[in-house]
């Protein structure tokens, strides 16, 4: 589900290639704008999402997570079905 301008193709990240752009979900501190410029991101388009039948897995030292599709056998299963993050529109170059 999108909010807002923008649109995904079904997957976590997605090429466009007859444009060279990559929309890329972010969730956690990618959502922080400051995060981005350190990290010299500039995205060239927002847009709220939400990834249904996916959660957030926390199996990283650190406190680092990964979005996981619901009924992967390897993680077990927590209520929330769904992740809320954004849809960045990056140059490849990002």
């Not at 193709?9 to 929309?23: F, L, Q, R």
């Not at 249904?52 to 199996?59: E, Q």
């Amino acid at each position: 589900r999108l909010s807002g301008s923008g649109r995904a193709d079904g997957s976590e990240k997605g090429y466009s290639g007859a444009t060279g752009h990559v929309w890329y979900f972010a969730y956690g501190a990618n959502l922080n704008r400051h995060v981005l410029e350190r990290r010299n991101i500039h995205p060239l388009e927002t847009s709220r999402a939400v990834l249904p039948n996916h959660f957030l897995c926390f199996n990283h030292r650190g406190a680092y997570a990964n979005v996981v599709r619901r009924n992967s056998r390897s993680f077990s299963q927590p209520p929330t079905q769904e992740v809320h993050g954004v849809l960045l529109k990056l140059a490849k170059t990002d």
